[in-house]
């Protein structure tokens, strides 16, 4: 596993720099801005593997914005979930960034209070058990009651900046497996954490462990677009 230590000392310098009244956008050039939303539509991915090109987009300057910024060192490795769709389908993909690899591709569980088959409401609170949207870097693993877990530090405040303090993190659990799927029509759910399928979780867990890029996207949560990392005049959503 790898050692995270400095990617809570950097982000802490993010969100006090949010505090300041100094934007994540603003802490990187109008030039690496640029950079990024042309990587971002550069097409620059083989396979986007069903993802909306338009979401992956967002995420891609994003991932960029968050690089060039200098507040963190990230690794070449962006996840998106698209909790617009339902938690049957794999709605969890994982890129190479920079050789345009699709590394994974994965059914993912939402939060208990975030819906059933379908994610309709999201929460950054305590005691919620919703999942929380918007742009998160994945930080170091520990051993929790799920076994070996990732923390997520969320990077949006008022959206997502509570993950670290309510333990959502990315876990593996016995609800999200096609045996699940096909009793209940969907998957199990968390109390808001991202959970993977054990047979495939530790390799996903092993391609993301400090230092990944992780944004989390539903189609109907215009708060989203608000975001520092993921606002952009110049990428529409269809």
Not at 140 to 147: E, P, T, V, W
Not at 177 to 186: F, L
Request: aromatic share 6%; hydrophobic share 45%.
């Amino acid at each position: 596993m790898r050692v995270a230590s400095s990617c809570v000392v950097t982000l802490s310098a993010l969100l006090a720099g949010a505090l300041l009244g100094v934007t994540p956008v603003q802490a990187a050039t109008d030039a690496a801005t640029d950079a990024a939303t042309e990587a971002a539509t550069s097409g620059s991915v083989v396979d986007l593997a069903g993802l909306d090109p338009a979401i992956f987009a967002r995420a891609r300057l994003a991932f960029e914005r968050i690089r060039a910024s200098g507040l963190h060192a990230v690794r070449p490795v962006l996840a998106v979930i698209d909790y617009s769709l339902p938690s049957t389908a794999q709605r969890m993909w994982v890129f190479n960034v920079d050789t345009g690899a699709l590394l994974h591709h994965e059914r993912v569980a939402h939060g208990r209070g975030t819906g059933a088959l379908y994610a309709t409401r999201f929460s950054n609170r305590h005691g919620s058990h919703q999942s929380s949207l918007g742009t998160f870097v994945v930080g170091d693993a520990y051993r929790g009651k799920h076994g070996r877990s990732l923390r997520l530090h969320g990077l949006d405040r008022g959206l997502n900046d509570n993950a670290l303090a309510r333990a959502v993190v990315i876990h593996a659990a016995d609800y999200v497996t096609d045996a699940v799927v096909k009793v209940q029509g969907r998957l199990g759910r968390s109390w808001g954490c991202p959970a993977l399928d054990p047979a495939v979780a530790h390799d996903v867990m092993d391609t993301l462990e400090d230092g990944a890029v992780l944004v989390a996207w539903h189609r109907d949560q215009p708060a989203l677009l608000q975001s520092p990392w993921l606002r952009s005049e110049r990428l529409a959503l269809r």
